[in-house]
């Protein structure tokens, strides 16, 4: 449910001083987590990348996650 949330909150933060704010919350935070879905799918399945390159595409991953007004977690401590 954080997650959730974090996306709500980023989507009205973003929102705030339009005259007029309306979305359905359920809608927006389903359509998001598919766009993020999409976004890491395409990241994992970039072959220019070799395994040695593994720490990038995580990076890469978890900046989607601050996209969406979340975090990488406990373990995104490396910059």
Not at 4 to 25: M, N, S, V
Not at 33 to 60: G, V
């Amino acid at each position: 449910m954080e997650l959730y949330l974090e996306i709500l909150a980023k989507k009205i933060a973003d929102d705030l001083g339009q005259d007029c704010i309306q979305f359905d919350p359920k809608d927006f935070v389903e359509m998001k987590c598919y766009q993020t879905l999409a976004e890491i799918h395409k990241i994992l399945d970039d072959d220019s990348l070799d395994d040695s390159e593994c720490f990038y595409k995580i990076e890469r991953i978890v900046r989607i996650f601050e996209q969406l007004g979340s975090n990488g977690g406990s373990r995104h401590d490396f910059g």
